[in-house]
Structures are given as structure tokens and as C-alpha cells.
């Protein structure tokens, strides 16, 4: 009985009806209070960090030997040292739920900036202003110098990120901090770096071939187009992406899902940029091989960034979901080269003219 309720959760929470997933492992814990697989399913779906380390914990006292569940709560207890040990429950029950650590506790949709002194009571903002729309994590004033500062920043520290124990100590900490603010901030920030390499290029051809741009606009409509695609490339890559994961056991939110693609998807995006502009400089051209290359080490990366993101059962959805996550960037800008065709055909996008 207990592995038929086990499987009907396992076919709802791939189905993502969570609650009842969630209903029917809390019911095979309760039948069975030593299955492995519904604890893990459990803390998989918990919200709650504090649950979520003692079921993990319960997982370990069955099995010591679970890799897997032994590295989640060890990522748990490294981002929340200050959370107290589990207080012991009846043998078989399930832990009674604990008030959220404060670290834990509801944001409120503008919290301070990356620099906290930056918003301290009596702070100058200089010529900063307040955000027209609400992005969750964002600072209360922001300013060109303030955001060119602090995504320049998150970039470099995506770069950190790609070191060996250091880096992954620092991406550990850093999804921590997940929020959407910063998710964009660091998605603008590289957009721009990569439209000012594609302005730089196009200033190179209207300087070789002056006869091929006919107005400033055409020089400008390249970096400019470049903004939304890669925004639009990113953020379709992370939701598919995502959507996958929470078929597959995954339990990272999409905001933290989103921050950790960031850091490692996007300081890569930066490195093509610049052998493109390069090779480019030197009259040559991005080769298939070295596109497959840079292609193969950002799905290693996203795939190390899923491991940790996620509690997938299965270590191979680390592969699928990073998988997703390029296929899903590479189709829509596919799609949208295919919007803008019309540009490209009539000469408007200088690249394209000879």
C-alpha cells in the first residue's frame, strides 16, 4: 500500500499538483516512517527551511548513506548557521512544524541595496531616483553610477563563482541572497556590455566600409536590438528551464532558479561577446567548433548550477534541466532573429551587409 500512495505522489508532484503530492508522502511517512524516498519527496516540497532540514535529517538517520541528501542539508546548515538544532519528535511522526528563522522571514518588496550604507538614514542619493515600477529586492533610490557599480559587481562575482572549493563556497552564499533585483540588475548590466561590444563593431564597419551605412540610426539599431534579445534569450531559457525542474523533483524557486543561472550563464555570454568582437577586429569569424565549445561549458555550468538549486532524486535532471535552460535561450533567439528578418534582409542591421 505504501508504495502505491508513494508512486500516485510521485505522479502528482510531476504533475504539479504540489498539495497533493504533498498530502500523500506525509500519509506514506505516517504508514511507513522509515521510506527513504517520501522524507526526501518531502523536503523537497517544504517551503520551510527549518522542516526542510529535519526531514533531510530523517532521510540520513534511514540511509547515512545518501550522498544527495547529505549535501542539500549541508548547503542548508552552511547558509543558516544560526538556526537551532531540531527539537526531537515521536519515532514515526512528522515533525511539527517551527517558526521560520529570521532570515526567513517575508521580505517586503524593496529591501536595501547591494550596498547597504547606500540607503542608511541620511544617506545622500545624489541624482538618484525612485524605481517607476516594483522589482522585489530592489533599493529604495537608484542611480546610473549605483547600478553600474553593483552590476558590475554581480558580474564579477559570477566570474569568482567559476573557481573550484572557493567558488562554490561564494555561489552557495550568493544564491542566498536571490532576489530579483539583483537577477535583473546583473541580466542588464551584461545586455549593455554586449550592446556597447556590437556598437564597437558596427563603428568598425561603417569605418571599413563607409558606403554601407547611410545613417546614424542603422549604426545604433544593432546594440540597440541586442538589450531585449538577450533579456528575452535569458528569461525564456530560465522559465522553461524552470518549469522542467518542478516536474522533476526540483524545489528551487524560480527566483532563485533565475539568480543562479545569472551568475554562471551570463559572465559566459561576456567571454563569447569578447572573442567575438576580437576575432572580428582581426578578420576573423566565431567558428562552429568554438561555438559548440563555449555551448558545452555552459551546460556543465548550468548543470552544476541545477545540482544546487535543486534536490533533484535523480542527479541526471541536472542535465535536462541545463539542457533546457540553452536549448530554450538558443530557440528564442532563434524566433526572434526570425521577428526581425524583415531588418536584416532590407540592410537596416549593418552586420549583415557585405
Known amino acids: 500500500m505504501g508504495q502505491d500512495l508513494l ?21 506514506v511517512a505516517e504508514i511507513d516512517s522509515k521510506n527513504e524516498r517520501a522524507w526526501y519527496y518531502l523536503a523537497v516540497l517544504e517551503p520551510d527551511t527549518a522542516l526542510r532540514r529535519q526531514y533531510l535529517e530523517r532521510v540520513l538517520t534511514i540511509n547515512p548513506k545518501n550522498e544527495k541528501a547529505r549535501e542539500v542539508l549541508d548547503r542548508l546548515k552552511a547558509r543558516e548557521p544560526a538556526v537551532a ?68 559587481g554581480l ?9 573550484r572549493a572557493a567558488g562554490v563556497t561564494l555561489f552557495t552564499g550568493e544564491l542566498g541572497k ?37 545613417s546614424i540610426f542603422k549604426i545604433l539599431l544593432t546594440p540597440l536590438l541586442t538589450i531585449p534579445i538577450i533579456l528575452g534569450m535569458e528569461y525564456a531559457g530560465v522559465y522553461a528551464s524552470h518549469r522542467w525542474a518542478m516536474t522533476k523533483n526540483g524545489g528551487g524557486s524560480l527566483v532563485r532558479h533565475a539568480y543562479g543561472v545569472a551568475l554562471r550563464w551570463l559572465p559566459l555570454v561576456v567571454v563569447y561577446a569578447v572573442i567575438n568582437f ?19 561549458i555552459a551546460v556543465v555550468q548550468l548543470a552544476s548550477t541545477m545540482d544546487k538549486v535543486h534536490m533533484f532524486y535523480d542527479p541526471q535532471q541536472k542535465w535536462f534541466t541545463a539542457g533546457i535552460m540553452f536549448a530554450g535561450a538558443v530557440i528564442t533567439g532563434v524566433i526572434i532573429a526570425i521577428l526581425i528578418g524583415s531588418l536584416i534582409f532590407t540592410g537596416t542591421i549593418p552586420y549583415m551587409i557585405g
Open 7 to 27: 508512486q500516485e505522489g510521485i505522479t502528482a508532484f510531476q504533475a504539479g499538483d504540489r498539495a497533493k503530492a504533498r498530502e500523500l508522502f506525509m500519509l
Open 85 to 152: 538544532e531540531p527539537v526531537p519528535t515521536a519515532f514515526g511522526a512528522a515533525p511539527a512544524p517551527r517558526p521560520q528563522a529570521s532570515s526567513e522571514q517575508p521580505r517586503s518588496s524593496r529591501i536595501r541595496s547591494l550596498h547597504a550604507q547606500d540607503d542608511a538614514p541620511g544617506a545622500v542619493h545624489g541624482t538618484g531616483f525612485a524605481l517607476p515600477f516594483n522589482i522585489p529586492g530592489a533599493p529604495l533610490r537608484v542611480s546610473p553610477q549605483k547600478v553600474a557599480r553593483d552590476g558590475i
Open 155 to 163: 558580474l564579477r562575482t559570477g566570474f569568482q563563482t567559476f573557481g
Open 178 to 214: 536571490a532576489t530579483w533585483w539583483r537577477f535583473w540588475l546583473l541580466s542588464v548590466v551584461v545586455a549593455v556590455i554586449v550592446a556597447l561590444l556590437g556598437f564597437a563593431t558596427s563603428i568598425v564597419i561603417v569605418l571599413r566600409f563607409p558606403q554601407a551605412v547611410s
Open 278 to 296: 576580437v576575432l572580428f577586429l582581426l578578420g576573423a569569424s566565431v567558428t562552429v567548433a568554438l561555438f559548440i565549445l563555449m555551448a558545452l
